[in-house]
């Protein structure tokens, strides 16, 4: 399943900068490109699910202090815990910017990260997507959606509208609104699905090179492998989200009970022959 490295060069980078991919676990990226750093999702402090459930959640800084170094950005696809727990604290520590929903908006306030640092990228579906520019990187918010994998249903769905102070407990980290994220960067274009599900009417760029997808849920949304693959049509698909992330990154990576990754990936590539379909070892790293 693992591509292997010498498999990860998806284009002849010829006279263009190199862009990396690395894979922080669930749905976390970090992308490097030129000296910039954008972060997605990124998550690990990875709180077992004892602490889940018993207690207010907090960011593990000494975990932050491991794994991320640098970031100019950190782009937030929804608010749900494994997805914007350690988004202010990093924020605090790296200086970045910040950009996603109200909910996120309302979590790194409560967090006392400087407001001029927070970047509000929300819109309603149909409304023209938000678009940033951020040193090489052109960043394009689309709406998007969450899988309802809780029977039938998006979890802790709403938004964080009131959340004066931080830690709160797993429940609060209220779904909020889901973006899909378009990124181009140095010519190549990636986009990321941080929560298997996508809306129907928002089209997607016209050359995706790689496609960042979750897969935790994947069986809960109808035809999702087929309706992805009509969608973004993208040239290769890293999985995300199908690690055990109550378990810190440190440890073996052991995938989700149940998570299905191979019958996702033969379907993916059912659905489209050239694509090319495969998942990096935690904190691995893929070159385009
Ligand atoms: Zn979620």
Redesign the pocket.
């Known amino acids: 399943m693992f591509f292997r490295p010498d498999d990860l060069v998806l284009r002849g980078a010829a006279g263009r900068p190199p862009v990396t991919v690395r894979w922080l676990g669930t749905a976390g990226f970090e992308i490097t490109c030129e000296d910039h750093v954008v972060l997605l999702d990124p998550y690990v402090t990875r709180a077992s699910l004892t602490r889940c459930i018993t207690s207010p959640l907090a960011p593990d800084l000494g975990a932050i202090g491991r794994y991320i170094s640098r970031a100019d950005a950190v782009i937030v696809g929804?608010t749900?815990f494994?997805?914007a727990l350690d988004v202010p604290a990093i924020a605090k520590r790296t200086g970045a910017r910040v950009f996603g929903s109200r909910s996120a908006a309302a979590l790194c306030h409560a967090a006392g990260v400087p407001e001029a640092r927070v970047d509000m990228v929300e819109r309603a579906p149909g409304q023209t997507p938000i678009v940033r520019e951020l040193g090489p990187f052109r960043l394009r918010f689309v709406p998007s959606a969450?899988?309802r994998f809780a029977l039938g249903r998006?979890?802790?769905p709403g938004d964080i509208d009131d959340c004066d102070a931080v830690p709160v407990r797993a429940e609060g980290y209220r779904?909020g609104a889901?973006f899909r994220v378009e990124i181009e960067v140095a010519g190549r274009t990636i986009v990321h699905l941080?929560?298997a599900e996508l809306l129907p009417d928002e089209p997607a760029p016209r050359h995706v090179d790689l496609l960042l997808l979750c897969v935790?849920?994947w069986r809960s949304g109808v035809d999702l492998p087929e309706r992805v693959m009509r969608a973004v049509s993208p040239a290769a698909v890293l999985l995300s989200h199908w690690d055990d992330f109550f378990r810190p990154l440190h440890a073996p990576v052991r995938a989700l009970p149940a998570v299905g990754l191979g019958p996702l990936a033969e379907r993916l590539t059912r659905a489209s022959r050239d694509v090319r379909v495969g998942a990096l070892p935690l904190l691995g790293d893929l070159f385009l």
């Open positions: 929804h749900h494994d997805h969450h899988s998006v979890p802790f779904c889901v941080g929560s935790a849920g």
